[in-house]
Nanobody, 125 residues
Framework: VQLQASGGGLVQPGGSLRLSCVAS????????MGWFRQAPGKEREFVAC????????IYANSVKGRFTISRDNAKNAAYLQMNSLNPDDTAIYYC???????????????????WGQGTLVTVSS
């Protein structure tokens, strides 16, 4: 499975971006998927995830109410809509996917088997 993340860029505080993640190599309709980010000098952290069914979504407290995760299994794609961005959101954003995991593992980077290459989001005036 290969994941290709895109959509990053430079945005002013308060602005919006929509990240995309397209999977190839197999369908991931039966797999859970997540978004993580890593800021300079910091560890990779959880941002959001969605169950294979789309019925369960989890968000980090820092992005709740501002970010929305979605997926389109017909297109083998997932998205992260990011609104009200602030400088603390500056990071490389990674999408990841894995066969179904326990609920307790959904927010753990170690639970995910396949990772995209990352896309850089910079929030600055």
């Amino acid at each position: 499975v290969q994941l290709q993340a895109s959509g990053g860029g430079l945005v002013q505080p308060g602005g919006s971006l929509r990240l995309s993640c397209v999977a190839s190599g197999r369908t991931f309709r039966d797999w859970d998927m997540g978004w993580f980010r890593q800021a300079p000098g910091k560890e990779r952290e959880f941002v959001a995830c969605m169950r294979y069914s789309g019925g369960t979504t989890i968000y980090a407290n820092s992005v709740k109410g501002r970010f929305t995760i979605s997926r389109d299994n017909a297109k083998n794609a997932a998205y992260l809509q990011m609104n009200s961005l602030n400088p603390d959101d500056t990071a490389i954003y990674y999408c990841a996917t894995t066969p179904r995991v326990a609920y307790s593992g959904l927010a753990q980077p170690s639970s995910y088997r396949y990772w995209g290459q990352g896309t850089l989001v910079t929030v600055s005036s």
